[in-house]
């Protein structure tokens, strides 16, 4: 006997009526229309079955303090960045954890079963380095947190930069993360990606840095990483998040990075929400929203996700841990309109930051951990479209949350007592 059979499904390639049969936490069989007993059957009516979304980029350690100790006024990232910097003094390893692990249960109940956490390792305490490794241990029973040890104040820019950094990888950070646009100089930030890359290959870790975050078009750390990823032969290992430079680049540069970002199997993170609030902050009109090239890298071949960055903080007063919510932004602010580029959008919550994380397991197929999600959608556009409610979450085929389909109540003459949005 199974433990758990989904019936009915519609799978985000288009598959329907799919069967998803589960045995020891992972799923043994996809076919259309399987009937098999199970302790659990559950009917998914044609809804879309999806694996869970992945947070490619996001920041646990500072996530819900927003007005702590007083809040952005100017909405940049520099003052963003200062008053982290204000309310660090002040940070607790139990605080740190409290809005960590409750922002793990607001993700699980979205549907968001891994998130890629930068965590600060400026600090020589690495105070929020020890309450994030602790609540990776929590919640590894239902959620993947990955860490990024991110050198906020700038690896070479803040004494004992590299070597908080490289104590943080000690202690279990699992990625390397950089800011090179926040060194002091440019040579310094060319410095630090070579410096940074080279630990990576030495210890045998994923590079995520955030890079040439800002409205300067003629910022350039990511051709630098494109060139110390090929040159150190971490192809397919190295991400470079936010790039919201190249909104603003030279489109002949381009022409040329893009293929060098492909040579090297460049990851990008695009941030949706954050990167259109952030830039263009200096710009009168007309202003420049600052999110990276996606469809021109997703049409180049790289692997290119959406992360949702920030939920009330020093950098962004709102965010719901709902990755279709970065999806549905990136849509627009993309002009990714088509059913073709949609779906695109629907990979960038899902598969594409999966394979950015190195998830094992991850997907619907046979082999796969039994994790996913059943959304009230009848398709990865509906979905978007709805910011679908997720009826049912499963992880290794328990079902740790869900919630019932969203109706309203109708009072009007000669319709319907009530509505389903679907």
Request: one cysteine or more; charged letters at 20%.
């Amino acid at each position: 006997m199974l433990d758990l059979l989904i019936t009915h499904a519609t799978l985000p390639d288009g598959r329907q009526n799919m069967s998803i049969a589960v045995q020891a936490g992972r799923i043994t069989e996809v076919t259309e229309g399987l009937q098999a007993p199970a302790h659990e059957t559950v009917d998914a009516d044609g809804l879309l079955v999806s694996p869970p979304f992945v947070d490619a980029h996001f920041h646990m350690d500072s996530t819900l303090s927003y007005g702590q100790p007083r809040v952005n006024e100017s909405g940049t990232l520099l003052e963003g960045i200062a008053l982290w910097g204000e309310l660090k003094p002040t940070l607790t390893h139990e605080a740190i954890v409290q809005r960590a692990l409750q922002y793990c249960d607001i993700a699980v109940a979205r549907g968001l079963l891994a998130v890629r956490s930068h965590v600060d390792t400026s600090h020589g305490s690495l105070l929020p380095v020890q309450a994030l490794l602790e609540v990776k241990q929590r919640v590894a029973p239902y959620l993947d947190l990955q860490l990024v040890a991110f050198p906020q104040d700038g690896v070479l820019r803040s004494p004992g930069g590299l070597a908080n950094l490289k104590r943080a990888l000690d202690l279990g950070v699992d990625v390397v993360g950089g800011i090179p646009h926040f060194e002091r100089t440019y040579a310094d930030g060319t410095e630090s990606v070579k410096l940074l890359c080279e630990l990576a290959a030495e210890r045998g870790k994923r590079v995520d840095m955030h890079c040439d975050e800002s409205d300067d078009p003629h910022s350039r750390h990511v051709e630098t990483l494109a060139y110390e990823t090929q040159r150190l032969g971490l192809h397919g290992r190295v991400t470079g998040s936010h790039l919201t430079s190249m909104h603003s680049m030279d489109n002949y540069y381009v022409s040329k990075l893009i293929p060098l970002m492909r040579e090297a199997d460049l990851g990008v993170v695009a941030n949706p929400l954050i990167n259109i609030t952030l830039q263009g902050r200096h710009d009168t009109y007309p202003k420049r929203r600052g999110m990276t090239r996606v469809p021109e890298l997703m049409a180049a071949g790289l692997t290119v996700a959406f992360g949702h960055d920030c939920v009330l903080d020093p950098w962004y007063s709102g965010g719901s841990a709902d990755m279709l919510e970065a999806a549905h932004m990136g849509l627009h602010v993309g002009q990714m309109t088509s059913q073709a580029a949609m779906r695109q959008c629907f990979d960038a919550v899902t598969a594409n930051p999966a394979r950015l994380l190195g998830l094992e397991g991850y997907g619907i197929a046979p082999g796969c951990h039994a994790d996913f999600v059943l959304l009230h959608a009848r398709n990865p556009v509906d979905a978007i479209r709805l910011r679908a409610a997720r009826l049912g979450v499963w992880r290794r085929g328990q079902r740790v949350a869900g919630q019932p389909a969203p109706t309203a109540e109708l009072r009007l003459p000669g319709r319907p007592g009530s509505v389903s949005f679907l």
